[in-house]
């Protein structure tokens, strides 16, 4: 298989993935990352009060923190699979350890603000309602990019998302055109 076939190829998968995980729902995040982040969670509250677990919420005394679909975050874990996967010119390898850092590092960080957000939530505090809503859409942004710009200079990424694909793709096109 010549490099320009290799290229293609390479492109057509990492896409192909893409689209398969993308089509049932995004299902697949939320089953896999719903019992990483709720029992974490669940035992960090356990260390500092009686609590119980009856699905999933958690219950602490008469609060019930129930975490639901936006709360584990499945789109976010997409997003940093999106940036990881449209990156062209990464070896399977270094591929497979930026997937699980990023995937790590974000599920860490939701663990942490979600016990945040519920040690807030139990003392009752009047400022819950405003700290619940900046983690949501302004934490959960700086949470993704703040992992990708992490990467990017962790693991010394020189191309961009898209943009180098399609710079790529129009090579590969223009390169055929000029050999016939």
């Known amino acids: 298989m010549n490099k320009l076939s290799k290229q293609f190829l390479d492109l057509l998968i990492r896409y192909a993935i893409l689209i398969i995980i993308a089509l049932p729902g995004l299902w697949l995040f939320y089953f896999i990352f719903t019992p ?15 609590t119980s677990l009856m699905g999933n919420i ?6 019930p923190i129930e975490l639901i679909g936006a709360c584990i975050a499945g789109s976010a874990y997409y997003l940093l699979l999106i940036l990881n996967l449209s990156v062209p ?26 016990f945040f957000l519920s040690l807030v939530f139990i003392s ?24 990708w710009f992490a990467e990017v200079k962790f693991f010394k990424i020189k191309e961009i998302p898209f943009y180098s694909d399609i710079r790529n793709l129009f090579n590969l096109i223009s390169k055929k055109k000029s050999k016939k």
Request: aromatic share 18%; glycine share 4%.
């Open 124 to 147: 009752e505090a009047s400022w819950f309602d405003i700290t619940h809503k900046l983690f949501w859409y302004l934490g959960s942004i700086v949470f993704v990019v703040g992992i």
């Open 89 to 114: 010119k990464i070896k399977l390898q270094k591929r497979a350890k930026m997937i699980l850092l990023s995937f790590a590092s974000l599920l860490i960080l939701n663990i942490l603000r979600i």
């Open 58 to 63: 958690i219950l602490i005394g008469e609060f």
């Open 36 to 50: 990483l982040t709720l029992y974490p969670v669940y035992f960090l509250l356990s260390l500092f009060f009686d």
